[in-house]
Each structure stands twice: as structure tokens, then as C-alpha cells.
């Protein structure tokens, strides 16, 4: 796997960054910007990577789950990966963020092996390998084409990134869709790139919890969200807000229906925003399954995911989606109603 086939992907969107570099705290502003010149470093490093064509990423010596935490005791990137604190299969240590990134990246290892057979991000079992304390206070964490890369966050609008396993399994399956359909980070290839990122990280929690689609809360994010926000989630699945008129995160931008999609130019076409769309269709083909929602709804979502280009469009998705339903299951089967009934109510 070489450094410049995958780009840089951040959990927090540019747009909520941007809207704590205006708090009327300076403390928030200042943490903001530095969040914001954090990802300009990685981009930075990412591209320096790219002349070493030598920086692989590392195989499993078994071919099966391997986990690598590295501590980065408050450096930045161009220290990655850090001290080896945790290897597999090794104890626990005293560093409860050390030893959330290796349980969820186990977990995340675990839901794609035993639900899709998938060995690892690869397929081939590549290690997951995991830095902790990016910087100071730093409220992001970033699958940076090769490994995640966490911060603590400031303990005031965000908490420690590693504490939620919907957050790691949303990141690690960046590195999923970079092996499989490489969806380009822009526009709605972009933002399909986000929805099949959401979409797994919330499986993934759903799966460790053994719920039902209709027992979980489909929110993105809940887990790190600090005590100065009234947000409780970076997004949300059902219809409505993840959160208004918060005074510091403002008003959830996400869209739910076509009618409304984003056509600026930001967050590079608006990826994290209009992601908003197919992430509500996947919701409603899953309630409307009924079940656990990784069993068929994800099923038919795995497959599309495999079948997928680089360029691919919502009307992509749409059609890919519809024909792995009525391949699986059947053509006017309750899964292939689910998911035309379901594309139909977000506008596609």
C-alpha cells in the first residue's frame, strides 16, 4: 500500500472547525486554528510521503488481526507513528486512550471479518496501527492513508477521539474504501466517501451492541462530544439536526433530501454535508428492513461498496444499490422495496 494512493481524511468537518475559530472564546478560537493548521500539516506530510515510495504499510506477520498503538506523547505528525506502546495480544497498559485504540480497531477488525469475511482493511490482513496524543489538546483524529491518528481533545467541546468506537470504525473503513472503490474526495464521490465511512461506524457500534436498527440512536460522534456543547452528536442519521443553534457549533449543516444538497465549493464540495443524504436513505432502507441492520441493509452496502468507482454519483449509488437488492434477495422483495422506497424519500 503506498503513501500516495489515499489521501487525508479528518472526523471533524471543516465547517465546525471553522465555526470555533469565530467563538467568542479565545481559548476555543486558538484550539480551532490549531486544529485547522494540523490538517494543513498532515496534507503537508502526506505529500512529502509520496517521493519515499518505500513507506509501506505494514503486513501482519500472521496474516490476521494486529494491532500496533503508538504514543506520540504530544508531537505532531511529522513524529508518526511514535513510541510502540501496545503490540497485539499484549496487556493492558495505564493509558486508557492506548487501550481504547486497540480495543476499537479490534472490534472494527472483527465486525468486517465476521460480517463481510473481510481480512483486515486490505483484505490481506494489514496491521492497524493506531498514534494517540497528537499534540496538545487537539480536537480531531485522522486516518492519514496509512494508519489513525488521534487526538485528546480540549475536555471542553470535545473529549479524548479514541473513546468512540463509531468515530474508529468511521475512520478505519476510510481505509476500506481506499482498497476497494478509492471514491475521489470531492463533490459526491466525496460525499458518498463520508456516507460509506459513516455508515460502517455506526454498524460497527450497532454491531458490538448487538442492536437492533430500531434500538439504535444512528448518531455519529456521541461518545466525544465534550461538556461545553449542547450537541450531542456530530451528526445524525434520522431526520432533523444533529444539533441547532449551538453557541458554539452553530447549526448542523447536513441535508436530508436532494432538494436541499450543498453546491459550494467548501469542505471540498461539501463531502462531509451532502453525505447527509445518502446516510438518511441508508437509515430508512434499514428501518424499514427491520432486523440488525449489518445483515441485510449493510450486506447490500458492502456489495455496492465493491462494485463502486472512483467518480461514482448519488445516481451510482442509487442504481448499485438497487440492483445487489434484487441480485440478493430478489426483485419486489421487502429489501429491494426498502431501498427504492427509501432513495425515493431523500429526493433520488
Not at 494512493?5 to 469565530?22: E, M, N, Q, T
Not at 493548521?37 to 517521493?51: D, H, Y
Not at 485522522?142 to 467541546?157: L, S, T
Not at 449551538?246 to 447536513?254: A, E, F, K, S
Request: glycine share 8%; hydrophobic share 40%; aromatic share 8%.
Amino acid at each position: 500500500m503506498r503513501a500516495h494512493r489515499f489521501g487525508l481524511h479528518c472526523l471533524i468537518p471543516p465547517y465546525i472547525l471553522d465555526a470555533l475559530s469565530k467563538s467568542a472564546d479565545p481559548q476555543a478560537r486558538q484550539l480551532a486554528v490549531e486544529a485547522i493548521e494540523a490538517a494543513a500539516t498532515a496534507r503537508a506530510v502526506r505529500a512529502t510521503l509520496n517521493t519515499f515510495p518505500q513507506m509501506a504499510a505494514i503486513p501482519s506477520p500472521e496474516g490476521n488481526k494486529h494491532r500496533l498503538i503508538y504514543d506520540l506523547q504530544g508531537r505532531d505528525f511529522h513524529a508518526l507513528p511514535g513510541k510502540l506502546v501496545r503490540s497485539e495480544g499484549e496487556a493492558r497498559t495505564t493509558d486508557i486512550a492506548v487501550n481504547e485504540a486497540y480495543d476499537h480497531s479490534g472490534v472494527t477488525y472483527d465486525f468486517y471479518r465476521e460480517v463481510f469475511n473481510r481480512n483486515s482493511l486490505d483484505d490481506k490482513g494489514m496491521s492497524l496501527i493506531s498514534s494517540v496524543h497528537l499534540l496538545r489538546k487537539m480536537n480531531n483524529a485522522f486516518w492519514n492513508g496509512e494508519q489513525m491518528v488521534y487526538g485528546d481533545g480540549d475536555g471542553k467541546e470535545f473529549i479524548r477521539f479514541t473513546k468512540g468506537l463509531d468515530v474508529v470504525g468511521h475512520e478505519l473503513s476510510h481505509g476500506v474504501i481506499a482498497h476497494t472503490c478509492r471514491l475521489a474526495y470531492q463533490n459526491e464521490s466525496g460525499a458518498l466517501n463520508e456516507h460509506f465511512a459513516d455508515v460502517f461506524g455506526v454498524m460497527v457500534a450497532q454491531w458490538k451492541k448487538k442492536q437492533t436498527a430500531a434500538q439504535a440512536d444512528w448518531l455519529i460522534g456521541a461518545g466525544i462530544m465534550g461538556p461545553s456543547t449542547k450537541a450531542k452528536s456530530l451528526r445524525t442519521f434520522k431526520a432533523g439536526k444533529a444539533y441547532e443553534d449551538d453557541p458554539l457549533l452553530g447549526t448542523d449543516p447536513q441535508p436530508k433530501h436532494l432538494r436541499d444538497k450543498y453546491k459550494g465549493s467548501a469542505d471540498n464540495g461539501g463531502v462531509h454535508i451532502n453525505s447527509g443524504i445518502p446516510n438518511h436513505a441508508f437509515y430508512l432502507a434499514a428501518m424499514k428492513m427491520g432486523g440488525r441492520s449489518w445483515v441485510r441493509a449493510g450486506r447490500i452496502w458492502y456489495q455496492t461498496l465493491l462494485t463502486l468507482a472512483e467518480k461514482s454519483s448519488f445516481k451510482d449509488m442509487v442504481r448499485t444499490t438497487t440492483a445487489v437488492a434484487v441480485t440478493d434477495f430478489g426483485r419486489n422483495s421487502k429489501e429491494h422495496k426498502a431501498v427504492t422506497t427509501a432513495w425515493k424519500e431523500v429526493g433520488l
